[in-house]
């Protein structure tokens, strides 16, 4: 196959990509239940931002390689002008890539259409609820169903059904809209749009969902954790507000970008059991601490980005992509 010099760089962009996501995703596949493991050993927070980076970790990898690598070495090194022949197996993994990528485009938006066809159907702001944090947008929806939850991405607010307010006492709102807030703080809502905009090895096949179902586990406990705060009156508030919603019925079908204050009964027991009997809790870093690795962190990245622009590494990753084109 004959192509263009632009079309030859796209189809090796998206075959390189192809090729190191798949196998980035499969190693973190293969290690999902020691990582697992490891993470229950960690404070909630902690835990819940590991398995974030692990999840994401195969589509920063090959992101990263063809961004920095695989597009400067075709520019700076590839003659333009001349069309070249393009081998069937790098044809078909720019396919493949492509077909990943425009299935997790697809993924993503609708998810963010339905999250916006949903905050439509809810009512106007209400004035006769007052949560902790005033500044945040909030919705009354006119339904008994136990509704609390925490809708959209860049512009979030609060949705809270009649119900919800008819039983809740004073304390357990407060808690319970703590614990949205907290989710809120923490972005959960942008972390699940990553997940979907993230590609896949092949299009409708996840294989990396189980890590997605603990780090959406350890999000919901850290949001307790914070929202009780280390005071027992707010954690028994808080536990009485999940058992409440619970007692309630079904709560109805949310769509993905949205944080419900409980999501599935499964996970009540636990959630419940942790607030009433917290164990340990590790230590937290200060935050010079903290900045002092996020400072590391980007003069580590900066060493590693010139070291992968010098010219012997970008004529060494040009020479491997003439042998991939072939």
Known sequence: MTLPYLLRLFCLCFASFFVLNAAAV??????????????EKKPSVAAARFLFVLRLFPFLLAALFVAVLCVPSYLWLEPSGAAEQV???????????AAAWACSITRAARAVLANLRHQRCCVAPSGDLRPSAPSLPFVVVEQDAPLLALSGLLSSRLLVSRGVLRSFSPDELDAALSHE????????????????????????????????????????????????????????????????????????????LTTSLLASDAELSARVDRLLHPALKAPVRTRQYQMLLRIGGVLFAACLAGLLLAPPTLAAVHELLELFLR
């Open 87 to 97: 081998g069937a197996f790098c044809a078909i993994l720019g396919f493949l890539g």
């Open 181 to 256: 807030l907290a989710h809120r703080a923490s972005r959960d809502n942008a972390k699940r749009f990553l997940f979907l905009l993230a590609p896949d090895i092949f299009p409708f096949v996840r294989p990396l969902r189980i890590l997605e179902r603990d780090w959406s586990k350890f999000t919901e406990w850290s949001a307790d954790d914070r929202a009780a705060a280390g005071d027992s009156r707010r954690a028994l508030s808080l536990a009485s507000a999940l058992v409440r919603v619970a007692r309630m019925g079904s709560a109805p079908r949310l769509p993905v």
């Open 26 to 39: 499969l190693l973190v596949r293969l290690a999902c239940k020691s990582a697992i493991r490891f993470a």
